[in-house]
Nanobody, 125 residues
Framework: QVQLVESGGGLMQAGGSLRLSCAASGRTFSGYTMGWFRQDPGKEREFVAAITWSGGSTYYVDSVKGRFTISRDKDKNTMYLQMNSLKPEDSAVYHC??????????????????WGQGTQVNVSS
């Protein structure tokens, strides 16, 4: 059974940094795409970043390009999201997700099969 567990969230001042982790277990993720999504109460879920597990290709929403970096450690079966220059609008619950395949659609939450419970990020101004 696939399990995704996020950690690393917290409270940070604007301009600061946080690193989120997503520990994945239950299978090998070769051929999978892993993603980070975020959701603020009352708002729609938003794609943040994605990475192909095998090849390491990365994709970002425009609002985080140059500030966030997605990566993965195959040996540790863990995905990361390094968030720098944080802004108050980055505040949300961040979820990691996994889907089979590496084709288009990596920004659409509905194509992801597995989801973590989320970790809260709060950025104060």
């Amino acid at each position: 059974q696939v399990q995704l567990v996020e950690s690393g969230g917290g409270l940070m001042q604007a301009g600061g940094s946080l690193r989120l982790s997503c520990a994945a277990s239950g299978r090998t993720f070769s051929g999978y795409t892993m993603g980070w999504f975020r959701q603020d109460p009352g708002k729609e879920r938003e794609f943040v970043a994605a990475i192909t597990w095998s090849g390491g290709s990365t994709y970002y929403v425009d609002s985080v390009k140059g500030r966030f970096t997605i990566s993965r450690d195959k040996d540790k079966n863990t995905m990361y999201l390094q968030m720098n220059s944080l802004k108050p609008e980055d505040s949300a619950v961040y979820h990691c997700a996994a889907r089979r395949g590496t084709g288009m659609g990596w920004s659409h939450g509905r194509v992801y099969e597995y989801w973590g419970q989320g970790t809260q990020v709060n950025v104060s101004s």
